[in-house]
């Protein structure tokens, strides 16, 4: 692969962009999680459901990244080349 081949790396505010709407719809539902249970069991009643929606969001972070680096590298291969 020559210089002109080398895929430029996928940028913070790239990933930043993408991300954004994912990191406000988690932030949506862990405060959510945390007003809906009851009171005097705020954590007993929200814990899981926060653990689960990180545990999403974890996920589907490093997935957005890999696509991201993927499509760059993808995109800077040249058939023909």
Not at 58 to 71: F, I, K, N, S, V
Request: net charge negative; hydrophobic share 35%; charged share 25%.
């Amino acid at each position: 692969m020559d210089d002109h081949a080398k895929p430029q790396p996928v940028t913070v505010d790239q990933y930043r962009q993408r991300m954004q709407q994912k990191m406000e719809t988690l932030l949506e539902g862990v405060i959510t999680a945390v007003n809906q249970a009851p009171d005097g069991a705020w954590i007993n009643g929200s814990e899981t459901q926060v653990r689960d929606l990180f545990a999403e969001f974890r996920r589907d972070a490093y997935e957005t990244a890999l696509q991201m680096r993927l499509g760059a590298t993808q995109a800077a291969f040249s058939p023909g080349g």
